[in-house]
C-alpha cells in the first residue's frame, strides 16, 4: 500500500480531540459509563430526540444487545438485507436465529420493504432495515408490515442498523427513532469515530431496565453504582458492552464539531456529484440515489459500474494514480453462513449485480480539495 | 464519594501513556490490529513464551471467543468456581452450557481441585479455572484430570480466566501458558489498563486460524488484509473482538513499562503485609495466602474479617475515613441465574463464607507512601 497518496479512508479527529482524550485519562474513570460516555449520549439523545442511547463497544455488539433484549431464539427467523455488513446477520445467528434474507432495491440499495412480506412466516420476529449510505429506508411500510403482526413479545419487532445513518432523517425524522431499537457505529470508517465503538438506541421504555443489565454482564450493576439496591447479582445472559470513556472522550470531541465535520462531508459529496455527472452518463455509470424523502449523510459516495470487469479496471486505474477506491459488502446469502442457511444464487438478484459493481471514492473530513481534484481527473479520464 | 480522599483504584497510567496516544491518534488505523496492537501482543507472548495473543474488547469477550472457539452448545457443561466474575460463567451459558459451579480452597480462593472429579458428567466440556488475586491454581492437578477425559473435539478443555494473573507464574511457568486458551483483562482495575480491554491466549496452535475468523466477525478479514485471498467471506459465527489501537497505545505504554509497574505494586503488597500481620492475629482476621509454587502479581490486598457484620462495620470505618475499601464477588451459583442452573445454599460453603467477609484495600502503582501510611494506620486502629 506504499505507493498510496490518498486513501480510502482517514479516520475522524479534530483539533480538541487530543485535548478530550487528555482529559479521559487524567479522569478517574477510563471504563465506561464515565463524563464522556454520558456526554455522547446525551447529545445522540437531544438530535435524535430518543428516550435513551448506550454507547458500546461497537455497532455488532449493539445488534447483539438487541438480540439479546427480543430474545431471539433458535428456531426463530430475523429478516435481513443480504447486502450489508456480516454483524447485521451474525448478531441474531449467534442467538440461534434462522436469517431470511431479503433483496434490495435499485435505487437506494436499501432492504426492499415490497418483497419483505413474502418473508414473514410464523417465526418471523424481527426485521432489521439498514439505512445503506445513510439514505433512509421505506420506514413508514416497514412499521406497518412489523406493526401487522404485532409489535414485540414474540412479534415482529424492527431494528434499525444505522450504522451509516447518525444523523439522517427519513421524512424530516430522525434515522433511529423509528424502530424499537437501533443502533450506531463509530468504527473508523465512519463519519464519527472513536476507533471501535457503537451504540444502542432504545426506543421501546418498557425495554429499558434490561438494556443497562444486558450492557453489564446480565447483572444490575447500574443500578448498584447509583445506590438504587445494596448488591448486584447475576440476573440474566448479558455481555461487556460498555465503551471505554477514553474512546468516549475521542468520540465527544467530534460530537461537539458535529454540524462542522457534516457540512465538510456533504460539500465533498456534492462536488463529486457535480462534477462527475457527465461522465457517469456517457459511461454508463450510475451515481447515488437520494430520494426527496432523505436528508442522507453523506457518509459514501459511490459509484456503480457497468460490469465486474470494469470495476475491476477501474479500481486498477485510480489505484495506478495513487488513489484506494474499494469495493463493498458480498452478498450475505451466498457467503458460507448465508447457504447453510437455504441461500441460493438468484435469490437476490438486486444484491448480486450492485456486489460486483460497486465501488467507493475517498470520502472523509480531511480530504483536502486538491486531493479531491485528483481524485476527480483520475475518474474522468476512466473510460468503461 | 465526595469524601474518599484514598480511592480504591486509580486506572494506570504512565508519564509516556499520553504521547503514546498521541502517535495513535495520528496514524491511519484507529480500529484494531494497528501498530499498537502487534506491539501490546509481542510482549506478551514474548513474555508468557505463548504462540499467540491476540487484544480483545475485553476480558468477557475473550472468554466469549473461548466458548465460539470450543463449539460449546446447549446441553453442554462447564465447571467454573463459584466465587469468580460473572463473564467466567455468563460467556458459556451465552452459548448455552449449563454451568457447574465448584468450590474454592480455603487457602487461595481458588477452585478446589479435589472437588472438580466429582464435577464431571459425559456432557463436561471445559473447566474454567480463575487465578484468582494473580495466585495460579493447581494446575498440574487440574490439566492432568482434563487429560484424562480427552482433550479438545468435545473432550475435556481448560480456559484459564488469568484476569488478574499477567505475568504471574505457576512453579515457575507464566499462567496464561497453561490451558488450551488463556484470557486477560485490560479493564481499569487491573494492573495493566486501557479502560475495558482484554486478550485471549491461544495456546492450541489448530485454534489459530478459526480465533481470528471469530474475533472477525465470523470472517476471513485478516487473512483478505494479509492478501492471502482475494476477498472475505461469512464462515461461521463470530463477533467483533477487535480492540482500538488508541486504547492498545495507552496499553503499550504501561505494557513497556511492567517491571517497574509491578515492582511498585509487589512493595504497596509486601508492605501491607508486614504492616498488618501482627494486627491481623489479634483481630481474628486472615491475610492473602501464597504457596510457595506461585509468584503472584501483587493484584490485591484482601483481609478476610471474621464475619459479615465485621466486614461491613471494618468498610465504614475505614470510609469515615475517607479511605475506599470493597467487597468482592457474590457467589454465582446464588444468583438468579445459577439457582436456575441448580445452584442452592450450601452447594459452596467456602465461596459463600469468604463472599461475605473478605474486604480489598486500595493498591495501585499510584497510590503514594503518604495514602499507604493512612490506610494502614486506619486498618489497625479497627477492632474487630
Redesign the interface.
Known amino acids: 500500500m506504499d505507493d498510496i497518496r490518498i ?1 480510502f479512508n ?2 475522524c ?1 479534530v483539533d480538541t ?2 485535548g478530550f ?2 482529559r479521559a ?1 487524567a479522569s ?5 459509563d464515565g463524563t464522556f460516555t454520558n456526554q455522547c449520549q446525551t447529545i445522540i439523545e437531544g438530535e435524535l430526540g430518543v428516550r435513551k442511547a448506550l454507547l458500546t ?5 449493539a445488534l ?1 444487545m438487541a438480540a439479546l433484549l427480543l430474545d431471539i431464539r ?1 428456531g426463530d427467523e430475523v429478516i435481513v438485507p443480504s447486502f450489508t ?3 447485521t ?3 441474531f ?2 442467538r440461534g436465529a434462522r436469517i431470511v434474507f431479503a433483496d434490495i432495491r435499485q435505487d437506494t440499495l436499501n432492504i426492499d420493504e415490497t418483497r419483505v412480506e413474502s418473508l414473514f412466516s410464523d417465526r418471523t420476529r424481527a426485521i432489521v432495515p439498514v439505512h445503506y449510505a445513510g439514505v433512509g429506508c421505506e420506514m413508514d411500510t416497514l412499521t406497518a408490515l412489523a406493526a401487522q403482526r404485532g409489535l414485540r413479545q414474540r412479534g415482529v419487532a424492527v431494528v434499525e442498523d444505522n450504522a451509516h445513518g447518525l444523523f439522517g432523517k427519513w421524512c424530516g425524522r430522525p434515522l433511529g427513532s423509528f424502530g424499537v431499537l437501533a443502533t450506531q457505529s463509530f ?3 465512519k463519519n464519527f ?5 457503537g451504540a444502542l438506541i432504545v426506543n421501546d421504555p418498557s425495554l429499558l431496565d434490561r438494556a443497562e443489565i444486558v450492557r453489564e ?3 444490575n450493576r447500574s443500578r448498584f453504582f447509583r445506590g438504587q439496591v445494596d ?10 458492552y ?6 468516549a472522550a ?1 468520540l465527544a470531541s467530534q460530537l461537539e464539531q458535529r454540524v462542522q465535520i457534516q457540512a465538510r462531508r456533504h460539500a465533498i459529496w456534492k462536488r463529486y456529484e457535480s462534477e462527475l455527472n457527465e461522465w457517469a452518463v456517457v459511461q454508463g455509470v450510475r451515481l447515488p440515489f437520494v430520494p426527496s424523502e432523505a436528508d442522507h449523510t453523506a457518509h459514501m459516495f459511490y459509484l456503480r459500474m457497468p460490469s465486474l470487469d470494469v470495476r475491476q479496471r477501474f479500481i486498477g486505474h485510480l489505484r495506478s494514480r495513487g488513489i484506494l477506491a474499494v469495493f463493498h459488502y ?1 452478498p ?1 446469502h451466498l ?4 447457504r447453510g442457511m437455504g441461500g441460493r444464487p438468484g435469490d437476490c438478484p438486486v444484491a448480486e449485480e450492485v456486489s460486483d459493481r460497486i465501488v467507493r471514492l475517498p470520502l472523509y473530513a480531511a480530504l483536502t480539495e486538491d486531493e479531491q481534484d485528483e481524485v476527480i481527473a483520475g475518474v474522468r479520464a476512466f473510460r468503461a
Chains 1, 2 share one sequence.
Open positions: 486513501p482517514r479516520p479527529v480531540s487530543l482524550v487528555e485519562l478517574p474513570i477510563h471504563a465506561g463497544t461497537s455497532c455488532t455488539h447483539e433458535p455488513f456480516v454483524s446477520a451474525n448478531a445467528a449467534l468504527h473508523e470508517s469515530s472513536c476507533g471501535e465503538g454482564k446480565g447483572t448488591k448486584y447479582s447475576w440476573l440474566e445472559l448479558g455481555s461487556s460498555l465503551l471505554s470513556d477514553v474512546l475521542l458480498l450475505l457467503s458460507d453462513v448465508g
